[in-house]
């Protein structure tokens, strides 16, 4: 992605407009903005002329390939901003401008009928997301993960039905419930992920959004059903947008832990040790 040292890192970038460049006419001074994982397209290759600009062929991804946001101040590009509304809580709004906009987005453009079941395998930082997203687009909703201990909080998301994938074998629980139109991958395991696809109803898509490397499917099983597997890049600007306002409008909250921005060093070590359940936010003080 282009990764250039030194680098300023941090997608997820909430804050307010202090001035503009020349030419710009989308934003003003004193809006407030978020900068998502997507932080600028070339507008002239074949996947921006489709408005496909999230996988533009020379894409700039905030933090990584430009600056990003663990700074007072971050250069964005305008036609990669998205508008947040001041009302919300800036440090809630900010993981949904890239695990928010990545389930929302992925689980919509599936284009599957509401009432069918989606099942979500995870629930960490990119799944608890997604099983609020599924209950409030009005699907039928079922969670995977391991140990009866996450039941109630699945539940209280939204989930219909919760499966212990340590005590029960997923596939066969999923098919008892008539299989899964969608099974969205959010927990980077591949030995879990290739049998999902035997709990996929007919015409059904597993939809990865946790990058896991090469994983082995059982092509059969995707022939007889029609079944597919796809993946899903996150969003641009108006994707973050309408993320943000569908969450707004239908209460989806992302669980974050505040970290001040003195205490950057604790939020990191706390990101590469493992311990965050589901987003370590800095906060501006």
């Known amino acids: ?32 903005v978020g900068g998502p994982w997507h932080g600028g ?3 002239i290759c074949r996947a921006c002329q489709r408005a496909q600009f999230q996988m533009c062929d020379n894409e700039l991804v905030n933090g990584y390939s430009k600056d990003g946001g663990f700074a007072e101040y971050v250069l964005l590009r305008a036609e990669a901003t998205a508008r947040v509304p001041k009302e919300m809580d800036p440090a809630e709004v900010a993981p949904l401008l890239c695990a928010g906009v990545t389930v929302f987005n992925g689980i919509r ?25 599924a209950s409030k687009m009005g699907y039928e909703v079922a969670v995977l993960s391991s140990g009866d201990d996450k ?3 699945a539940k209280q998301l939204g989930a219909h039905h919760y499966i212990n994938s340590k005590a029960k074998d997923a596939v066969e629980e999923l098919k008892k419930l008539g299989g899964a139109s969608i099974i969205v991958q959010t927990a980077p395991n591949p030995k879990i992920v290739g049998p999902l696809v035997g709990a996929l109803a007919p015409e059904g898509k597993l939809l990865s959004l946790a990058p ?15 079944a597919s597997v796809q993946g899903w890049p996150s969003g641009h600007a108006l994707d973050s947008e309408e993320a943000i306002r569908f969450a707004a409008n239908h209460g989806v909250k992302c669980m974050i832990e505040k970290y001040p921005f ?24």
Do not use: C, W
Not at 7 to 29: C, N, T, W, Y
Not at 113 to 133: D, K, N, P, R
């Open 212 to 226: 896991v490397g090469a994983v082995e499917f059982d092509t059969v099983s995707l022939v007889l059903k029609g």
């Open 109 to 133: 453009k599936l284009r599957v009928e509401q009432g069918a079941l989606v099942a979500v395998q995870g629930l960490g930082g990119l799944g608890h997301l997604a099983v609020q997203y």
């Open 151 to 153: 039941a109630d909080f």
């Open 262 to 285: 003195a205490d950057v060093q604790k939020a990191v070590d706390s990101l590469v040790s493992g311990k965050p359940r589901f987003r370590n936010v800095l906060v501006m003080q």
């Open 41 to 43: 397209h070339d507008g």
């Open 1 to 32: 992605m282009g990764n250039v040292f030194p680098r300023v890192p941090g997608h997820e970038i909430v804050g307010d407009v202090v001035q503009i460049g020349e030419g710009v006419k989308s934003l003003a001074v004193g809006e407030r």
